[in-house]
């Protein structure tokens, strides 16, 4: 252990632990000590890294990264202004630079990393390692190497650390900054240099050039100074003097590696604030049982999420910590201003964030920048603890040698439980609500969407080609999933085969269809964690379409008068809401995909009729459309043509008359539309028209209903 040495000023201070004393063989043995964790995290996180998948706002940080990388230069602010919403333009570019730099680097240049995903992923895995050695010489300048390392060993096995240090492009790499902004700014009060105060500067500045919550460490330094600065004017001019250079050098920093701030950085700054205040995703989350909005979630929501995504042994720790605080602080004992700098850290993010009333979602995604801070004050108690059983060394050395194993296996049970889960870390919860599977009744679990990685190895696998599917919430990031096979569609009117539903609050908006808690179906697949789904997969049997070879036979005879064409009612609305005139006439099934009437308007048709089939054998179908298309024939659906797709299909019929119909959509954009036909034995195909197609005489539309 090591007291705290008093500064310029005589108040308490974080000690300097001998740094810069201590014999050359010691500096090298402490470098090796603390290099133990990270180099062991960073081995496990290489050779897991292919076990990770895309996850939810990866590609929404890349598009920031690329744009500043390639574009910036030629395009600048209008550029950016015309590409990105309010809320991408005021996420900070710094790592997602660094990131898309990485990536092409390591997965195009030296093809060191041959999964693309992989390639985004690894400066993530690289600042998370640093980040444990980081707290490791935090840590040491605090209360020396024995708490240091077990900060690190602690940080290193918590699930939540792990979880998004293989994904979430952002939050791990602002918590490490945020981490050696604040050390190097403890290091500069210790040693009143403005020189320090200059370099944390620097380290402040990239960190906001992350992500706002830079704006935390100022309030951090000034509630963890004043119980030693109190009412000293002096003091307080020192310390606001030394703050004051670690801003201009932050502001300098900024426009450096931001350059929208070059432009107005007062505004800019409005902006960002303005931003993250009223988030503009008040999207559902669901919380202790109940959906909330996002800006309505209740106040307690980081504590309670801290709490309940944290194993228990830490928690236990941190009550001890809090215990040693509480002594500490009543003895006036030296190191109670390290455990004050330690608490307050931990408190602070979440607060402000209470306080300032934005958005609260994603478990503790955005508190990761208070694990270091957790990790270290666990450390802290468990090296005390265990000085006290050291106390007992009169009576023998069992005493410590039980509490030493007995904290060895609680992390070991901690290791245990993170290799159960992976790689779904990130839905680790703890006893106190039953685990994941009780947790699955009150939070949510899998927001990031890391499971939709196995969903889609799953799907690839075992879904025949050609299905729709319905990915109820809606997401570029599904990867894996083989888009030359599968067909998206956003909606039930889509006619999907299959629905993914990742199981979040967010699905009470985007499952249309259901109550997604309580599902009328049964899945057919689901990712699971500790008995509680993640994502579930499930058919829509009533949307099957004919396979190929479907034998089908002609209607009966057709005793009224007929003429020539098709019947075609227009709808306003994609979705068939209210006819529009009155029924036209279509010689065939096609119209100029360049000139027609249905473009950059939401409209549907519906065009019916029979169908001539001369003679019997095997005849295909084809459709393309922009957007989708269902054919029908007898009332039994052919296929369903997604958007900007082509769809075939080969029935074997026999000659006659069959009823048949076409529901043709389109939403925004472009509209276009061609059904053609043909023997299959032919291999020609033309457009279906006339002399084939026809309607009776006098004949009216079917009801909107027939199309559901």
């Known amino acids: 252990m090591t007291a705290e040495s008093h500064g310029a000023q005589g108040d308490s201070v974080p000690a300097a632990s001998g740094v810069g004393v201590v014999p050359r063989e010691r500096r090298w043995r402490l470098l090796l000590l603390s290099l133990l964790v990270p180099v062991a995290f960073l081995a496990v996180g290489i050779h897991t890294r292919n076990d990770y998948g895309e996850t939810w706002d990866e590609q929404f940080d890349q598009d920031i ?237 980081p504590f309670v999420m801290l709490g309940v995504n944290t194993p228990i042994i830490y928690l236990v720790f941190l009550a001890v910590g809090l215990g040693f605080l509480a002594h500490r602080l009543t003895h006036h004992h030296p190191e109670r201003s390290s455990l004050v700098l330690v608490v307050v850290w931990l408190l602070v993010p979440a607060i402000i964030q209470v306080v300032s009333g934005s958005i609260k979602l994603d478990g503790v995604r955005h508190y990761l920048l208070v694990l270091p801070a957790m990790a270290l004050l666990s450390g802290y108690a468990v090296w005390n603890f265990g000085f006290l059983a050291a106390g007992l060394w009169r009576r023998g050395r069992w005493p410590v040698i039980a509490y030493t194993t007995a904290v060895g296996f609680c992390f070991l049970a901690v290791l245990r439980g993170d290799w159960a889960i992976h790689p779904y870390q990130a839905v680790f919860f703890n006893r106190l609500v039953g685990g994941t599977a009780g947790a699955q009744n009150n939070f949510e679990l899998d927001y990031w969407g890391a499971s939709l990685r196995e969903t889609a190895a799953w799907m690839n696998t075992n879904l025949p080609a050609g299905s729709r599917i319905w990915l109820t919430i809606p997401g570029q990031h599904f990867f894996k999933i083989d888009r030359n096979r599968f067909r998206f569609v956003n909606d039930l009117d889509g006619r999907p085969n299959y629905k993914v539903n990742l199981i979040r609050g967010l699905l009470k908006t985007f499952d249309t269809e259901e109550d997604y808690r309580h599902p009328r179906r049964k899945p057919i697949f689901a990712v699971s964690v500790h008995g509680a789904d993640l994502v579930q997969v499930f058919e829509y049997e009533q949307f099957r379409d004919l396979p190929d070879g479907t034998s089908l036979s002609p209607g009966p005879p057709v005793t009224s008068s007929t003429a020539q064409g098709l019947l075609v009612q227009e709808y306003s609305g994609s979705k068939f809401e209210a006819a529009v005139g009155e029924p036209s006439v279509w010689r065939s099934l096609a119209f100029d995909c360049q000139v027609n009437p249905y473009a950059n308007r939401a409209v549907s048709l519906r065009a019916v009729g029979l169908l001539r089939v001369p003679e019997a054998g095997l005849y295909t179908f084809e459709v393309t459309s922009d957007d989708e298309a269902v054919l029908f024939l007898n009332d039994r659906a052919v296929f369903t043509n997604a958007s900007l797709d082509t769809t075939r299909r080969t029935l074997r019929l026999g000659p006659g008359i069959y009823g048949i119909r076409l529901d043709y959509c389109n939403g925004v954009g472009e509209a276009c539309l061609r059904v053609s036909w043909g023997r299959t034995a032919q291999g020609r195909l033309e457009i279906l028209g006339e002399p084939w197609l026809s309607h009776l005489s006098g004949a009216h539309t079917a009801p909107v209903a027939a199309a559901r």
Request: aromatic share 18%.
């Open 65 to 301: 990264g690329r744009f500043y990388w390639h574009d910036w230069a030629k395009n600048g602010v209008k550029g950016l202004q015309n590409r990105f919403i309010p809320l991408q333009r005021n996420y900070g570019p710094f790592f997602d630079v660094v990131v898309v730099a990485g990536h092409e680097l390591l997965y195009d240049k030296l093809k060191l990393v041959t999964n693309p995903i992989a390639s985004y992923h690894m400066p993530v895995l690289l600042v998370a390692a640093s980040g444990l050695w980081l707290v490791f010489w935090f840590g040491y300048r605090l209360w020396g190497a024995g708490p240091g390392f077990v900060a690190s060993g602690g940080l290193a096995l918590m699930p939540q650390f792990i979880a998004h240090s293989q994904s979430n492009l952002k939050d791990m790499p602002l918590a490490v900054f945020f981490m050696g902004a604040l050390f190097i700014l403890v290091e500069a009060v210790r040693r009143n240099s403005l020189r320090m105060y200059a370099v944390a500067g620097v380290a402040v500045g990239l960190t906001y050039a992350i992500k706002l919550h830079a704006v935390f460490l100022a309030p951090i330094v000034v509630l963890w100074r004043f119980p030693e600065i109190r009412l000293d004017p002096r003091r307080w001019a020192q310390l606001f003097g030394g703050l004051l250079v670690t801003g201009v050098t932050a502001f300098l920093t900024i426009l450096l590696v931001w350059p929208y701030y070059r432009h107005d950085p007062v505004a800019r700054f409005l902006e960002t604030l303005r931003t993250f205040s009223s988030h503009e995703y008040n999207e559902y989350v669901f919380y202790l049982g109940q959906h909330f909005r996002a800006h309505d979630v209740p106040w307690h929501f």
